[in-house]
């Protein structure tokens, strides 16, 4: 069954699961396009979010620029804005943070966390990169599509996502819009399936679940979340497909358009709502989950201590996945629910505020006399903290059906959405690339450079949205190109404006952390083995990076958890998740 | 969205009881230094694990279309839909094809390969009688003035047979790749033709579960349980 030599006299089981080599490429073709390798898939996933991410990142710079300094730029014209803002939300929701933490982190980090060869399903796994890189290219066709990419909002709500009123209504956009959203599923189940069953089946012996890492938590129990909620963003696609092209009225109720009586009558927007939030609140998680674990995992080896309290980690990172599942009408409150319905999701909602808050108390705990080493990661998961922390607090706020009426559809909920789901997984990808960058290359990021990069984004984030909270409260609506007309304060503008500098300023410095990803992949130092001297797997590679197949001869066998960092009596700082513990590695068992 | 929460629920408490099994009470940072133990994940087929999450994201996108048709059944203008005959003939096939893939499964762990051969025929067949059927009640729905758009039952039956039929049609791709790899030994045939059966089972239990919330046997059976409830 097993390729691993083992001592009868050691006590180590054989292997349960047979150790199969993973598949070799066998051309140019099968190397480099189409291959099975999970870390490069993991490359090719990240690479292209990245890549898609620019785009959207472009699209916010237009965004502010409009707001900043209405009527100043011609070329931006109200559908223009609408198209802007729909496709930076979409892309930045989906095609980025989606695909980086589940395809990117998840294809790269979790066969070498739990000591596998591959992912199980490595054809699979091919494929599912390929239904998102197709899914993307949809994605990047509607901007050349007659009418262009919909203009309907990152919710894409009926009716008026598919009426003439709205850019790319009844043209291509939102068609194109919906079939590569469909698409995006289609591939994330395939590869879904891979990391939920790898976790499962391929961990090699001595990974018990609680000696998993904690990232690997976090992407295990977003990746099943996203199993149960994209389907209903699945069959709210197809269903608005149907109403767009086949003239099925699932979501249309009867109405009159200029003048007009179209066919539809009966169809309720509502449904959509649901079937939308269903899958929207969950997705929120789906992104915050991996970088919960990733965080931990951060926070744990650039301070050298255990990570505070890992059983309540694990508990909490399943329980807020399990009840992100009854929170989804919380982004309904004005839809005109029944009261009652209301008040349950408000409580929902802020039940989930217990275990997101004992994840914060823990990192804290962790940090408490640790010896932090101001790494650009532990810089990125510091930021985090704050910032996840700031905008869990608005969500409180938001979270209560009194509190949310008047602030709905303000820029508040702009400002909150984006401090906790935008800049804070986007802090967590940032030290999750300077942390494996090494692994992933074999050289060091510059770290002069990103000292830059982490400072002009972190207090620039702050510049653009703190303020941005102020906008909403005095009233100002989000999805309006143009305020400058109506009833708000001239001191408004002048935020805006300073708003909009600021994000200009971030987006340049994203400019410098490509530049400097591209120039230390070629000239950045070596960096040695393990250079941050972590305990977990991935890190335990007989080469660095590593080969394909991981391991070399023989899987590794885990004698302990990942967080052994500063044990009294160790001869290191750490012990490795596959040391045996020999008197040899150490002075003194205590 | 009871439909789906219910859903959601039963996938919580099993997932929840497999965790509490696999010890995520355990506390790692006590087992430090010497080895305490080494157990070894695993143990089923990879196979099985990968269908049985597959199952979990199938059913949850059924059990989304049939709460979606719950919600659409609130509305005033909601009637039930007649359904054509045929539907019942393509149901008993189902059913047939169903047990037919359950008897290749047994003949297969028995090692008989005639018998496999013939339940494996026999279930096909039967399989492409029920897709003919449903091709037959989407043209009979369609001549009595039920075509796609006409009404919102009509158009949740067209939708969520449709997803039905792509399924099954994935199933017989999956089937018949299992049917060109049988000369790689009985063991791993058996395994591949019981997740088959498995997978024939989740369509029927699927199929019966979407005509009884179509037909508004689901709603009445909620009403009964509720009146006899209060």
């Known amino acids: 069954m097993s390729s691993v030599s083992e001592d009868p006299d050691s006590g180590i089981p054989p292997a349960e699961v047979p150790d199969l080599p993973p598949p070799h490429a066998h051309g140019w073709w099968s190397r480099w396009v189409f291959s099975q390798d999970a870390k490069y898939i993991a490359l090719q996933y990240s690479g292209t979010a990245i890549a898609i991410g620019m785009v959207a990142l472009v699209l916010s710079w237009l965004i502010r620029m409009q707001l900043g300094f209405p009527g100043v730029f011609d070329f931006i014209s109200a559908e223009a804005y609408y198209q802007f803002i729909t496709m930076h939300g979409m892309i930045m929701v989906v095609y980025l943070l989606t695909a980086i933490f589940l395809g990117g982190f998840g294809n790269y980090l979790i066969p070498l966390m739990v000591g596998a060869r591959d992912m199980v399903f490595p054809f699979v796994n091919m494929l599912s990169f390929w239904m998102y890189f197709a899914a993307v290219v949809v994605l990047v066709a509607s901007f050349f599509a007659p009418g262009g990419p919909t203009g309907a909002g990152w919710t894409l709500y009926p009716p008026q996502a598919i009426l003439s009123g709205t850019p790319g209504g009844t043209g291509w956009g939102i068609v194109l819009m919906l079939v590569s959203l469909i698409l995006f599923i289609i591939g994330f189940t395939m590869g879904g399936l891979n990391y939920a069953v790898t976790v499962l089946q391929a961990r090699t012996r001595g990974m018990t679940l609680m000696r998993m890492p904690l990232t690997v938590w976090g992407i295990f129990t977003a990746t099943v979340m996203a199993l149960l909620a994209f389907p209903a963003l699945f069959v709210a696609a197809v269903m608005m497909l149907f109403d767009r092209l086949l003239g099925t009225s699932f979501f249309m109720p009867a109405l009159v358009e200029m003048g007009q009586q179209l066919s539809y009558g009966g169809g309720s927007p509502i449904v959509f709502q649901h079937l939308f939030w269903f899958f929207g609140h969950p997705e929120v998680y789906i992104v915050a989950l991996p970088a919960f674990g990733i965080v931990s995992d951060l926070i744990a080896v650039h301070a050298r201590k255990n990570i505070f309290g890992y059983r309540m980690m694990v508990w909490a990172i399943v329980i807020i996945g399990a009840l992100s599942f009854i929170v989804w009408a919380h982004h309904m409150y004005v839809s005109g629910m029944h009261p009652y319905f209301g008040f349950f999701f408000a409580t929902t909602t802020l039940i989930i505020a217990v275990p997101t808050a004992l994840k914060v108390y823990n990192w804290i705990l962790t940090l408490w006399r640790g010896d932090i080493h101001l790494t650009l990661p532990m810089l990125f998961a510091l930021g985090f903290i704050v910032t996840f922390l700031n905008g869990g607090l608005t969500g409180l706020f938001l979270g209560n059906v009194v509190v949310d009426v008047p602030l709905s559809d303000t820029m508040f909920v702009v400002a909150h959405f984006h401090m906790v789901m935008g800049v804070a997984p986007i802090m967590v990808i940032f030290g999750a690339i300077y942390h494996w960058f090494p692994l992933i290359s074999g050289r060091m990021l510059s770290h002069r450079l990103g000292l830059i990069h982490f400072w002009v984004t972190f207090i620039g984030a702050y510049a653009i949205f703190f303020p941005m909270h102020y906008v909403g409260l005095v009233g100002v609506p989000r999805r309006y190109p143009d305020i400058s007309a109506s009833f708000v304060p001239d001191s408004v503008a002048t935020l805006n404006a300073f708003i909009s500098v600021a994000a200009l300023t971030v987006g340049a410095a994203q400019i410098l952390f490509l530049f400097n990803f591209a120039w230390s992949l070629r000239y950045g130092r070596k960096a040695e083995p393990n250079p941050w001297r972590a305990a977990s797997l991935e890190w335990q590679t007989p080469e660095m990076p590593p080969r394909h197949g991981n391991w070399g001869k023989e899987l590794p066998v885990v004698y302990r958890w990942a967080y052994e960092y500063s044990v009294p009596g160790a001869s290191r700082d750490f012990i490795a998740q596959d040391d045996p513990g020999h008197p040899a590695s150490w002075s003194h068992v205590p | ?230």
């Open chain 2, 1 to 230: 969205m009871s439909i789906v929460l219910g859903f959601v629920a039963l996938v919580a408490v099993v997932a929840l009881t497999w965790l509490w099994k696999q010890g995520v009470a355990d506390r790692p940072w006590l087992e430090t230094g010497a080895v305490t133990r080494i157990p070894s994940p695993g143990g089923q087929p990879t196979g099985r694990a990968g269908l049985g999450i597959f199952l979990i994201v199938a059913g949850g996108l059924f059990a989304l279309s049939g709460s979606a048709v719950s919600m659409r059944m609130g509305y005033a203008d909601w009637f039930e839909m007649r359904l054509p005959g045929v539907i019942w003939i393509g149901l008993a096939l189902l059913v047939l094809s169903s047990l037919a893939l359950q008897a290749a499964s047994f003949a297969a762990r028995r090692g008989d390969a005639r018998g496999l051969a013939r339940w494996l025929g026999a279930g096909t067949v039967a399989m492409t009688g029920f897709l003919m059927a449903q091709g037959l009640a989407w043209v009979r729905l369609a001549e009595s003035g039920q075509s796609l758009a006409a009404t919102p039952g009509a158009s949740f039956f067209y939708l969520i047979s449709g997803l039905h039929v792509l399924h099954v049609l994935g199933g017989l791709a999956a089937l018949a790749r299992v049917g060109a790899r049988q000369g790689r030994g009985p063991a791993e045939a058996a395994t591949a033709i019981g997740l088959c059966a498995i997978y024939w089972h989740f369509l029927l239990i699927v199929w019966i579960a979407m005509l009884a919330i179509l037909t508004g046997w689901a709603a009445d059976a909620a009403a009964l349980c509720r009146a006899i409830l209060s």
